[in-house]
């Protein structure tokens, strides 16, 4: 084969290359006329035959942005794996298990210091550790009522030591006796754990209290019983953020596989034709390619 045939085929497989790389093998097995015209007449029949094989895979290969968003919006991830993007995806997937994971891990903490903070101020049989509503009761009638017995007597209604100090009071009458400004909830409830280590209108009801009247003085524990409650609180909110963090990573990978869904189908636009070129009276068929990037 003579050197003006070999400038040819390479010269019409640059032309070529990006659209089929197969092609490059067909052109180097045809048999040239070392005519520019005629060859290029050759070489385009030939790939045009094959031309139309290509079409339908590449239409039916295109992704669907609302059905890569849909299914990442629902499993972070999905989309981009239904894109081809699996390494956007595993980061997606990683991030999704991490905040869960995270979420999981400081609800639970926070359940075990509610635990721990809740016991603490319940533990009645424990001097050491207790918060009373007895004793909460009677600084009330003493420092508010002037030791009114008759009063006392309606809102402690057993001075037996070996219940809890929540079964030895009318909550009703105790509430109604309160001059602070918040009523004390009843017995278990959140904000009854919450009131009596926030307020220091509950100080007194706390066993190493020792401010008399003035119950802003307050004590150790009640100090300590504050910080574990909002030890507790800290955990919830940072399992709160976490899961803050899961919707959000919803969202970022619908948005992600929406563009990424796009950005497939638009990545690399190849459009190759022949032109007819008059000249001289003479109709020239010239092999035209148009690539586009998107980005």
Not at 176 to 194: C, F, K, N, W
Request: proline share 4%; hydrophobic share 40%; charged share 20%.
């Amino acid at each position: 084969m003579n050197s003006k045939n070999i400038f040819i085929k390479i010269f019409i497989s640059v032309l070529l290359i990006g659209t089929s790389f197969g092609q490059v093998d067909e052109i180097n097995k045809m048999k040239l006329t070392g005519s520019l015209y005629a060859d290029t007449r050759i070489i385009f029949n030939n790939y045009r035959a094959t031309l139309s094989d290509s079409i339908p895979d590449d239409i039916t290969s295109r992704k669907t942005p609302v059905l890569s968003g849909v299914l990442s919006a629902i499993i972070p991830g999905a989309g981009q794996v239904y894109n081809e993007d699996y390494w956007i995806a595993a980061v997606f997937v990683a991030l999704e298990v991490v905040l869960i994971a995270t979420a999981i891990n400081y609800e639970n903490k926070g359940d075990e210091q509610t635990v721990f903070y809740q016991d603490y101020a319940d533990a009645y049989t424990n001097p050491n550790h207790n918060w009373s509503v007895v004793r909460y009761a009677e600084w009330l009638v003493e420092y508010k009522y002037n030791n009114d017995q008759e009063l006392r007597n309606r809102i402690i209604v057993s001075d037996d030591p070996n219940l809890p100090p929540w079964e030895r009071v009318n909550w009703a009458e105790l509430n109604a006796a309160e001059t602070g400004s918040h009523d004390l909830p009843p017995y278990g409830e959140q904000q009854y754990y919450e009131l009596i280590g926030k307020y220091h209108q509950y100080s007194s009801g706390w066993n190493d209290y020792t401010g008399g009247a003035n119950n802003d003085l307050i004590s150790p524990n009640f100090t300590y019983y504050a910080g574990e409650r909002g030890e507790a609180n800290d955990y919830y909110n940072n399992s709160s953020t976490a899961i803050v963090g899961v919707y959000i990573n919803h969202l970022l990978s619908a948005a992600e596989a929406v563009w990424g869904a796009a950005r497939f189908n638009n990545n690399l636009a190849v459009n190759l034709r022949v032109e007819t070129h008059n000249l001289a009276g003479v109709s020239e068929f010239v092999p035209t390619l148009k690539v586009k990037f998107s980005f």
